[in-house]
């Protein structure tokens, strides 16, 4: 049904401006979530590889880092016009790669292609400081150079989007990249560097190494003396492990990883703006994502109001192969992953949670699960400490804002959390007291370009996006002179 899509993208791995079969020859599958069919066989680089792409990036570096900051940004700015001239193809190949929803794909593209806009201009505000040191009259000149070659390891849930965030960046500051997608989801990448290429980005400055072996192919990256940066997005688990083998190098690591966002609905609340916002905090690609609302907290004045109207737009949500015509929900990524989703609503059932909606996996071949919503959740259910990463939505009621503050800080997590209050006081004072990178007020979606994304505690170091990230990948230098 799609070979026509399939037949130009790209399997081998991009070194230097070319494609290259593994040193070793070896290869993987790539399966579609929706019929577990297997859709490519990409290359699986190895560690002769990744010092290929080293030597490529090593090459690169010089020549890149001294192109004036404004050719950069053109190179970015014509590479988001070419991927908005190829937004559907790429969002249909991340829907059969991913499983999510066309529409999901196509907002994901849009975001994917707006941090090389958005780094296109903000590349060329690489600006430094001029000052005079206070005892002894000496200048301090300040100023950000370009860090070195960048490690990107990116998660399978925003196959472009969350490679974009950070090739933009690295690219505007002046940094090669080598970047290793997640196994599920290679096609994409793979798929924009001929983009990268027509709009101009040298060979060997991004560079695309899919593997199976990511373990010791990073690990041999990451203790190459030639790296600087290492940026990670996926699972607090693999975030620590990158820590320990970045501290060997002493890298400059930013790290996205996981979350548990708890979604608070005061009783004050525009109920109907809530659910809308409930909606995609917690719909937008089926739950997987990061940023999904994991625990919702809903004042038992306005419960069984919010209660049902979830229900009835949750119930009322296609689903299907997210290449269909209205489907909002497509397959979760693998089984593993539904298998997860599976085990986590039968723990809350379990212990005593109700179901309002959903809740039973459908026969049939994909990794479908429908959208599901439980209320009463016990305390001890493992899905209020998990990422639930599948379209269930978790509710429990609360009495007072310091009761729900403390419970929703109430985790190792820090990544976002949701409010709906029509008291703005008291969503700025909540927000102020709730340990999160990243509030949506009122609001159920927080990701802009233009927004330093990232979260406290174990959700992460550094933020993406915005002037933050394009500091991610510079270094500062000082000098001291007198004139
Ligand atoms: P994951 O941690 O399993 O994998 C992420 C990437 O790391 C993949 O490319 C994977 O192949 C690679 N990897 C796995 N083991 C590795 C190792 N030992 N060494 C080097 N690389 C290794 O995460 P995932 O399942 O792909 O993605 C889901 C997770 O990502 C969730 O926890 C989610 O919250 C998180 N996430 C965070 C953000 C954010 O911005 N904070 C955004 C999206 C996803």
């Known amino acids: 049904m799609y070979e026509n899509l399939l037949a130009n993208v790209p399997t081998d791995l991009w070194i230097g401006g070319q494609w290259r079969k593994s040193s070793d020859g070896a290869r993987f599958d790539v399966i579609d979530p929706a019929t577990e069919g297997k859709i490519a066989s990409v290359a699986s680089a190895s560690i002769d590889d990744a010092k290929a792409a080293l030597d490529a990036a090593q090459a690169a570096f010089g020549p890149w880092a001294a192109r004036k900051p404004r050719e950069r940004g053109e190179i970015l700015r014509k590479a988001y016009e070419l991927i908005m001239r190829d937004a559907e193809r790429l969002a249909k190949l991340i829907t059969i790669e991913n499983g999510k929803a066309l529409s999901d794909s196509r907002g994901e593209v849009a975001y994917a292609a707006e941090f090389f806009r958005w780094y296109a201009e903000e590349g060329v505000r690489n600006l430094g400081q001029n000052g005079m040191a206070p005892a002894s009259g000496a200048r301090i000149v300040v100023h950000h150079k370009p860090a070195g070659i960048a490690v990107l390891v990116t998660p399978w849930n925003f196959p472009a989007a969350m490679a974009t965030r950070k090739i933009g960046p690295a690219l505007a500051a002046g940094c090669p990249v080598i970047l290793k997608p997640a196994s599920e989801t290679p096609l994409t990448m793979l798929a924009l560097m001929p983009i990268l290429e027509e709009a101009g980005v040298p060979a060997g400055v991004v560079n695309v190494l899919p593997s199976r072996r990511s373990g010791p192919v990073v690990d041999h990256m990451l203790h190459d003396p030639r790296v600087r940066v290492v940026s990670f997005t996926g699972s607090t688990e693999v975030g620590r492990k990158l820590l320990h083998a970045a501290a060997d190098n002493v890298l400059n690591t930013a790290m996205e990883l996981g979350g548990n966002a708890p979604f608070i609905v005061f009783e004050d609340a525009d109920i109907d703006a809530a659910i809308d916002g409930a909606m995609v905090a917690k719909m ?91 209320t009463n959740v016990p305390d001890g259910a493992m899905m209020l400490n998990e990422e639930i990463f599948g379209p269930v939505a978790s509710l429990q009621s609360f009495k007072s804002e310091a009761e729900v503050i403390k419970r929703a800080n109430d985790t190792e997590y820090g990544l976002v959390a949701y409010l709906y209050t029509k008291d703005l006081g008291r969503g700025l004072r909540v927000s102020e007291q709730l340990d999160f990178g990243m509030i949506g007020l009122n609001r159920g979606l927080v990701s802009d370009p233009a927004a330093p994304f990232g979260g406290m505690k174990q959700s992460g170091i550094g933020r993406e996006g915005a002037h933050e990230g394009l500091m991610e990948f510079l270094e500062t230098q000082y000098i001291a002179t007198n004139w």
Do not use: S, W
Not at 292 to 317: C, I, P, S, T, W
Not at 322 to 341: T, Y
Not at 350 to 370: H, M, Q, S, T
């Open 284 to 374: 937008r690609n089926m739950g997987e994502a990061c940023t999904a609302a994991n625990r919702f907290y809903v004042h038992e004045k306005v419960q069984d109001e919010f209660e049902k109207k979830l229900a009835a737009k949750m119930g009322a949500l296609k689903m299907g192969n997210g290449l269909d015509d209205g489907i909002a929900v497509g397959p979760l990524v693998n089984a593993e992953g539904r298998d997860k989703v599976i085990e986590l609503v039968e723990d809350a059932v379990g212990k005593g949670a109700k179901i309002l909606v959903g809740g039973k996996r459908p026969d049939g071949p994909g990794y479908f699960y429908p959208a599901t919503v439980l």
